[in-house]
Nanobody, 124 residues
Framework: QVRLVESGGGLVQAGAALRLSCKASGLSFNNYSMGWFRQAPGKEREFVAAIKRNVHSIYYANSVKGRFTISRDNAQSTVYLQMNSLRVEDTAVYYC?????????????????WGQGTQVTVSS
């Protein structure tokens, strides 16, 4: 059974940092591209960042570029999202996802597996 378990969310003030983790099990982690998405109340799920299995191909949404950093530890089957300089508009539930094909990593519908999400709330 495939499981993706996010952790690290919380309530912080604007300008603070958080590090999200997503631990995968039940799949060959090395073969999957990993993505982070987020969904704010009343909004559609949106792409945040992705890292392909080769580690060198990394993508960010324009809204987080320069503030967020995605990384992965294949030995630990874990993907991370370091979020710095958080803004109120970053408030959302953050989801990690795994994609075997690794082609259109910014498109949520291509992902095979999803975690349950972790809440990030940024106050002003």
């Amino acid at each position: 059974q495939v499981r993706l378990v996010e952790s690290g969310g919380g309530l912080v003030q604007a300008g603070a940092a958080l590090r999200l983790s997503c631990k995968a099990s039940g799949l060959s982690f090395n073969n999957y591209s990993m993505g982070w998405f987020r969904q704010a109340p009343g909004k559609e799920r949106e792409f945040v960042a992705a890292i392909k299995r080769n580690v060198h191909s990394i993508y960010y949404a324009n809204s987080v570029k320069g503030r967020f950093t995605i990384s992965r530890d294949n030995a630990q089957s874990t993907v991370y999202l370091q979020m710095n300089s958080l803004r109120v508009e970053d408030t959302a539930v953050y989801y990690c996802a795994a994609d075997l094909r690794g082609v259109m990593v910014q498109v949520p519908t291509v992902y095979d597996y999803w975690g349950q999400g972790t809440q990030v709330t940024v106050s002003s």
